[in-house]
């Protein structure tokens, strides 16, 4: 195992030049024409530097796709790892890529390109060192995971179904590096309300305003958050009214969900479904649901994340931590279908935020363990 990290290490300063390259060559959700380049790339570079092969899987709407397989075996590992980013394009000319004091800084380096890179490199590592699996190896690198996967979503749960393990690159949490053995689900759901309207001054009981009905239902949502479950009900957005003389007619808001289980789940999402108006002569409609199922830390979960923390300590020399995520990803899809284990991407901070970053001494340490990883579920031959 050890050899795994000596070879990553060799490979360190290559590794930071193909982030670069890929840093460089902006992929925002939607500007298709960047995104599909990107795509290009990256099938290009997994078959360069992995002798694997690679698929562009064409999207009408959103970016290409790139689907890439290593070695073979009837049973199959899914590696998860997206392409976007939240940035537009020319963000890289106010916040070109940069390395001081062991960090590099640029759009994406952290959320998520450089555990993109990272993965490339592990499978590159086993090439080089002849060690091969018993299991085939999946990469799913889709292109719209920013925007709630649109187009990938079904994709990726196929291949979930076809798995016995799955891997999310997505960065590590806090400056450990921790791994993400469970993740919130996600609901967004819209809510417009029907009033009446009248003439504030002058008929102001003939009417029923829609925006006090919204107020109102607010804080019967946002009672029923629950920090110790973990379950949380946010209305992030809130519209409607058309003048303030006039009592308002049509109010909207939006409601963001977290919930940690599915027994949650079950639970919250018809308080939202089922609302009753608290204002007489109102109605309520509901639309929307649940975006992401939760990632489950399950009994296996829990026995991946051993296997990964004994990597560490036994081959890398570190304690590796795990945390639970607020946040959704790929792995959330992923997480009802198979054991699925996130955040074994790169340390850094920042993610959508100006001060991106990713340390890059930690590259290698990462990219070993999860080739580590791989040969260890993978069964090595």
Same mark, same amino acid.
């Given at each position: 195992? +050890?050899? !795994? ?6 490979? @360190? ?12 060559? *902006? ?10 380049? %990107? ?12 002798? &694997?092969?690679?698929?562009?899987? *064409?999207?009408? !709407? ?83 995971? *920013? ?10 749960? @196929? ?15 806090? @400056? ?33 305003? #829609? ?27 809130? @519209? ?5 003389? %006039?009592? #308002? ?8 969900? $977290?919930?940690?289980?599915? /027994?949650?789940?079950? +639970? ?20 929307? &649901? ?9 009994? $296996? ?60 001494? /930690?590259?290698?340490? $990462? ?15």
């Amino acid at each position: 195992m +050890r050899e !795994i990290y000596d070879q990553l290490k060799q490979d @360190e300063e290559m590794m930071v030049d193909y982030l670069q390259k890929i840093v460089e060559k *902006e992929s925002p959700s939607l500007d298709k024409e960047l995104v599909d380049k %990107v795509a290009d790339w990256v099938a290009k570079t997994f078959e360069d530097l992995t002798g &694997g092969k690679s698929t562009i899987i *064409e999207n009408a !709407i959103y970016g290409n796709h790139v689907k890439a397989e290593w070695g073979e075996g009837e049973e199959q590992i899914l590696v998860l790892a997206h392409m976007d980013t939240v940035w537009p394009r020319d963000t890289i000319k106010k916040m070109p890529f940069t390395i001081k004091d062991g960090k590099a800084y640029g759009p994406g380096v952290f959320d998520m390109k450089g555990g993109l890179i990272q993965g490339i490199f592990a499978v590159k590592a086993l090439k080089d060192l002849g060690i091969k699996l018993n299991k085939k190896v999946v990469f799913l690198f889709d292109s719209d995971e *920013e925007i709630g996967n649109p187009s990938s979503k079904k994709m990726i749960e @196929e291949e979930a179904e076809q798995s016995e393990f799955v891997f999310v690159l997505e960065p590590g949490m806090s @400056e450990k590096g921790s791994l993400k053995t469970t993740r919130k689900g996600l609901g967004v759901f819209h809510i417009e309300v029907t009033g009446k309207p009248s003439h504030a001054g002058m008929d102001p009981a003939k009417g029923v305003s #829609a925006i006090e009905e919204i107020a109102h239902q607010t804080l019967y949502l946002h009672s029923h958050s629950n920090l110790e479950t973990g379950t949380t009900f946010n209305v992030g957005k809130i @519209e409607g009214g058309s003048a303030s003389n %006039v009592v #308002a007619e049509k109010a909207r808001a939006e409601v963001d969900l $977290r919930v940690e289980s599915e /027994q949650e789940l079950e +639970r919250a999402v018809p308080l939202i479904r089922n609302l009753e108006p608290k204002l007489e002569g109102t109605k309520i409609q509901v639309e929307g &649901g649940i975006n992401r199922p939760p990632l489950e830390r399950t009994d $296996r979960v829990a026995d991946l994340f051993a296997t990964a923390k004994k990597l560490a300590k036994d081959h890398l020399g570190f304690e590796l931590t795990e945390m639970a995520s607020g946040g959704a990803s790929d792995g959330n899809y992923t997480a009802p279908h198979a054991p699925t284990l996130d955040g074994l991407g790169p340390v850094g901070d920042g993610a959508h935020a100006n001060h991106e970053q990713v340390v890059l001494d /930690q590259m290698p340490v $990462r990219s070993a363990l999860f080739a580590m990883l791989l040969a260890e579920c993978g069964g090595k031959k």
